[in-house]
């Protein structure tokens, strides 16, 4: 197990005042009227740094960077090479889906670039609101498999619970769920719909760096630093 000292807030078990600080409640509305019928979770850094009580921004503008995570109920691709599953379906990924109902209903200017990415399901837009720039980078809920560690993943859309089993540490598999399936769970010293699957909380409580998938992770350290 790795250890990394983080800088907490005085206390994990008290909730934040605001479910989602810095971000006008008005994006949050259109964000889970987008997703219609779809799951839609906020996931990784922005979820630990809501627990620290802080806001995630983008290290390189200072504007407040955001990962969405969207389960589409009609999102089902089987894997392809190079990771390719809407365009070996021709799916349309949820969250092409979503971003494009957003980027409908917000003002003609507010989305000021905007990048979707089929292979894998994502989108990146940058948002201009009133109080300022935002970064969203919209993935649609994915299994990924590596039938060769020296090629691109398989991809195959799947639920919200199995993209967060696929990241490096428990304090970045954690997730706010906005709208859909346990977006009114309830737990105490946290916000409604906080899911947790990996103990990231208690983790991040303790200022401990854990990997969800020790040997993977590991190797992929040690490639990465020859």
């Not at 060769?148 to 490096?168: G, I, S």
Request: glycine content about 8%; aromatic content about 4%.
């Amino acid at each position: 197990v790795m250890m990394q000292a983080f800088s907490l807030a005085p206390s994990l078990s008290q909730p934040p005042e605001t479910v989602l600080p810095g971000l006008p409640s008005r994006l949050v509305a259109l964000l889970t009227q987008a997703a219609g019928a779809d799951r839609l979770a906020l996931v990784g850094g922005a979820v630990r740094d809501l627990l620290r009580h802080q806001l995630h921004n983008d290290p390189w503008t200072g504007s407040p960077d955001l990962d969405l995570v969207v389960e589409g109920c009609e999102s089902v691709a089987e894997p392809s090479a190079g990771g390719a599953a809407a365009a070996a379906t021709g799916v349309l990924p949820a969250a092409h889906r979503l971003a494009r109902c957003l980027r409908q209903r917000l003002d003609p200017d507010a989305v000021t670039f905007y990048q979707e990415h089929p292979a894998y399901g994502t989108v990146e837009l940058e948002v201009c609101l009133p109080g300022g720039a935002l970064l969203l980078d919209i993935a649609t809920a994915r299994l990924e498999t590596y039938p060769d560690p020296a090629r691109n993943p398989c991809v195959r859309f799947a639920q919200l619970e199995d993209d967060l089993a696929r990241r490096d540490f428990t304090i970045n598999a954690m997730a706010l769920v906005l709208c859909g399936a346990g977006a009114e769970r309830c737990a105490p010293g946290v916000p409604a719909g906080f899911l947790d699957p990996y103990g990231g909380r208690d983790d991040l409580s303790r200022r401990r760096l854990r990997f969800l998938h020790p040997l993977r992770d590991r190797k992929s350290t040690r490639l990465n630093s020859s």
